[in-house]
Each structure stands twice: as C-alpha cells, then as structure tokens.
C-alpha cells in the first residue's frame, strides 16, 4: 500500500467527535512507514486541514464530498467542481419556502446563509470551521459572484430533510449529485463529484495504483471509494449496505476500527 484514504465523521473520529491515542499512534506508524494518509470528507478543505494538523498528516485533502482537493501545506488545489449559478439559484428559492429547513451556500471555504438556525450554526461553525456571513438575497450573491458556488448545504430534521430530498431529486438530479453524508446533513455537489472520482484523480496525480490505496468510510457517500480503492474497508458502525461492498469490516468508530484497520495493513 502506498497511500490510505480515511474518512472523518463516524470513521476517523469517535461520537464524541475526539480522536482516540490509539488511532493518532496507529496513523503515525503508518506514515513513518512511508505511506500517505489523506482525509477524505464532506466537510469543507478547512476542516480536513484541521485535522489533517492534528495528526501531522501533509499532503492533499478531499473534501466537499469529493468536489475539492487541495494541499494543507501548499494550498496547491487540483480539483474544484462547482454547481451551475441558476440551480443554486433555484433550490434556495425552495428551501426559503420550508422553515424547518436552513440553506448554507459555500465557495471553498467561505459560507453565506440567510435565514438565522441555532443547527444550522452550530455545525457550520463546530463541525466545518468556517464562519457564516449573513446575507440578505444568496440568489443576488450568487448572480453578482464570478465564481460558481462549491456547495449546498441543507440541515434539518431527517424527515422534512427526506421530503426535500426527494422532491430536489426529482427535478434536478440529472444536473447534481444529491447525497445525504448525516441525518440531518444534505449536501448539493457537481453532477460528477463524489469521493471516488476524487480519489481516483489524486491516485492519478501521485502516480499511485488503485491497487495500491486503502481507503476507509463509514456511509454511502463512501462506498465508491472503497469500490475503487484495492482495500476498501467498512467500519463496524456503517449500514449494512455499505459493509457489504467493503473488502473487511472494521469495528466501529467508538471500538477503534481505523487503528484496526491500519494495524492489519501493517501486519
């Protein structure tokens, strides 16, 4: 193996959303072993380069759920995929309809939102590590920005979540990739972005075979990168599903099972 690809929520991290000794040990070994680690995650480049500090990991980073890929020591970005202006455009025009729900638009790093939720907040400033800027009409920013948007971010409660995920797919899943990473999170991508093209370009990049990665994930936002990878590994915690497509499983992310993983890589 020459490069191994974890994932970050209910894979990397436990519950309590720390990182176990055990798991920071086992990372080391790995490295000092010459093999890369990159995280690979549906938040934001700048939560994947926090962690990516804390473990002393240097290299590129996916995240966005495969849109984005960039180096957290260069700042060397290989891949942004962006979604079209006027379906960002529209499914905010939705959202604004439904209170239960709250809209996150992000560029890279940068998020705008409008409508004010304590949820919302909380996992934008906790989980992803940016800052949310208020603004008043994200469609009037979206038309006036030369860049394209990165992502949509939805949050919610998982029953109106699934409602407005049915009704977003049914008009605009030919044009984008609607993927739920939590059950509270949905995520609107480029229609090409997912986790295993990503990893099948940065294999690329570094000149690595597909049968030389291992790659770990908990979700279904995961499993086409454990599909591509030549070790694709399932923690004990992921649907079954999931655990299925995956070449072993893991225990899960509360028992150490990316320590498990590494150490049987290493054996």
Same mark, same amino acid.
């Given at each position: 193996?020459k490069?191994?690809?974890?994932?970050?929520?209910?894979?990397?991290?436990?519950?309590?959303?720390?990182?176990?000794?055990q798991t920071v040990?086992?990372?080391?070994?790995?490295?000092?072993?010459?093999?890369?680690?990159?995280?690979?995650?549906?938040?934001?480049?700048?939560?994947?380069?926090?962690?990516?500090k804390?473990? =002393?990991?240097e290299?590129?980073?996916?995240?966005?759920n495969? #849109?984005?890929? %960039?180096?957290?020591?260069s700042k060397?970005t *290989? !891949?942004?995929d962006?979604?079209?202006?006027?379906?960002?455009?529209?499914?905010n025009?939705?959202?604004?309809?439904?209170?239960r729900?709250?809209?996150?638009?992000?560029?890279?790093?940068?998020?705008?939102?409008?409508?004010?939720d304590?949820?919302?907040?909380?996992?934008?400033?906790?989980?992803?590590?940016?800052?949310p800027?208020r603004v008043k009409?994200?469609?009037?920013?979206?038309?006036q920005?030369?860049?394209?948007?990165?992502?949509?971010?939805i949050? =919610?409660?998982?029953?109106?979540?699934?409602e407005?995920?049915a #009704?977003?797919? %049914?008009l605009y899943?030919?044009?984008?990739? *609607? !993927?739920?990473?939590g059950?509270?999170?949905?995520?609107v991508?480029?229609?090409?972005?997912?986790?295993?093209?990503a990893?099948?370009?940065?294999?690329?990049?570094?000149g690595?075979?597909?049968?030389?990665?291992?790659?770990?994930?908990d979700?279904?936002?995961?499993?086409?990168m454990?599909?591509?990878?030549?070790?694709?590994?399932?923690?004990?915690?992921?649907p079954?599903?999931?655990?299925?497509m995956?070449?072993?499983?893991?225990p899960?992310?509360?028992?150490?099972?990316?320590?498990y993983a590494?150490?049987?890589l290493?054996s």
């Open positions: 193996m490069l191994v690809t974890i994932d970050i929520d209910g894979t990397l991290i436990r519950d309590d959303l720390s990182i176990s000794q040990k086992a990372i080391k070994k790995v490295m000092d072993k010459e093999i890369l680690v990159a995280l690979c995650t549906g938040r934001p480049h700048v939560a994947a380069e926090h962690f990516a804390m473990l =002393g990991i290299g590129f980073q996916i995240s966005h495969g #849109a984005y890929i %960039k180096h957290n020591i060397e *290989i !891949l942004h962006t979604l079209p202006k006027g379906v960002a455009e529209d499914i025009t939705m959202c604004r309809r439904d209170p729900l709250c809209l996150s638009l992000l560029y890279g790093d940068c998020c705008y939102y409008e409508r004010y304590d949820f919302a907040m909380h996992v934008n400033i906790d989980v992803n590590f940016v800052t800027i009409d994200i469609n009037e920013l979206v038309a920005e030369e860049k394209n948007p990165t992502k949509i971010l949050t =919610g409660e998982e029953r109106p979540l699934d407005f995920m #009704a977003l797919k %049914k899943d030919s044009q984008v990739n *609607i !993927l739920k990473s059950p509270r999170y949905l995520d991508i480029n229609k090409k972005s997912s986790k295993g093209r990893l099948k370009i940065l294999s690329a990049k570094l690595i075979d597909r049968d030389e990665i291992m790659a770990i994930g979700n279904f936002n995961d499993m086409d454990l599909e591509f990878a030549g070790i694709g590994v399932a923690m004990g915690n992921a079954e599903e999931v655990k299925k995956a070449d072993f499983v893991a899960t992310n509360n028992e150490d099972g990316v320590a590494l150490q049987k290493l």
